[in-house]
């Protein structure tokens, strides 16, 4: 039995209706309120380190975003992924919070932040960018192509395996990279398609000066696939704005040192 495993036990997921269908979530802890939105081959169990070790002081829910874990599709655009995430944290809070988003997750958070962002406390934008502004008719590009054919046709944990190589150093731990291969795994195509044609179309470097709320930009210096060059807009046009660099990490920071990342998480939203 995994270690995810493992701790997904101590953690069941919890299920919401919303609008658009069923969205599932994990939560844990109590305290200063905090969703963590995960990446295009992540879900819920990307957060268990943080969900466990920072539940002294933090309520946390980790989403399944649609058509990942058991949540229901719902579009196919950042926007339509923002609503989804505005209509649930109506439903868990009724205040400012703070946001956590990963990768794809970073798109969806800096969406809420524009869209609403008397909902947003305190934003943190990890190893993310402001989408790749693709139009409809130039469709997606040939390595999105290849990943959606992949996990179409190779078996699950080939599929997962890819996907761990990508996204962490080729001296990652035999432990590490089991973990990231495993949620990697678990990816629903239709989930997927959607996420990743958001990624493809979304262009939100127009809006970034409208983030009102205290950022932070999280990059690591190991991370080829979404390096500081990637995310220096963010750094020139969000208002209130500061960086911190993981040396050492790939994609995936929260599970690869995630005593390291979950300091940042906690020095930026209550130790301040």
């Given at each position: 039995m995994s270690d995810v495993t493992t701790?997904?036990?101590?953690?069941p997921?919890?299920?919401?209706?919303?609008?658009?269908?069923?969205?599932?979530?994990?939560?844990?802890?109590?305290?200063?309120?905090?969703?963590?939105?995960?990446?295009l081959n992540g879900n819920g169990s990307s957060w268990v380190d943080q969900l466990s070790a920072l539940a002294p002081t933090m309520k946390m829910w980790a989403w399944d975003a649609p058509g990942y874990g058991e949540s229901d599709?719902?579009?196919?655009?950042?926007?339509?992924?923002?609503?989804?995430?505005?209509?649930?944290?109506?439903a868990c809070d009724?205040?400012?919070?703070?946001?956590?988003?990963?990768?794809?997750?970073g798109l969806v958070a800096m969406k809420i932040a524009i869209m609403k962002p008397g909902l947003v406390k305190r934003l943190i934008l990890s190893?993310?960018?402001?989408?790749?502004?693709?139009?409809?008719?130039?469709?997606?590009?040939?390595?999105?192509?290849?990943?959606?054919?992949?996990?179409?046709e190779l078996p699950r944990e080939e599929y997962g395996r890819r996907?761990?190589?990508?996204?962490l150093p080729a001296d990652a731990s035999d432990l590490v990279f089991r973990r990231v291969a495993d949620i990697a795994a678990e990816s629903r195509p239709e989930g997927v398609v959607n996420a990743a044609w958001a990624i493809q179309t979304a262009n939100l470097q127009p809006e970034l000066s409208q983030i009102q709320a205290p950022t932070l930009v999280i990059t690591c210096d190991r991370d080829s696939v979404a390096p500081l060059k990637k995310a220096q807009p963010l750094l020139d046009q969000i208002?209130?704005?500061?960086?911190?660099?993981?040396?050492?990490l790939g994609h995936a920071p929260y599970i690869e040192d995630a005593l390291r990342y979950n300091a940042a998480v906690s020095d930026f939203l209550i130790g301040v």
């Open positions: 701790m997904e036990q101590q953690m997921r919890s299920i919401v209706r919303l609008s658009n269908g069923r969205l599932s979530y994990l939560e844990n802890g109590s305290g200063t309120p905090v969703l963590f939105l995960h990446g599709v719902a579009g196919d655009s950042v926007t339509d992924l923002a609503n989804v995430a505005i209509e649930f944290l109506m009724s205040g400012p919070v703070n946001i956590v988003g990963h990768s794809m997750g190893c993310t960018h402001p989408g790749h502004g693709l139009s409809d008719q130039e469709g997606a590009n040939e390595r999105y192509q290849r990943r959606l054919r992949e996990l179409k996907r761990a190589k990508g996204m208002p209130d704005v500061r960086h911190l660099e993981l040396r050492g």
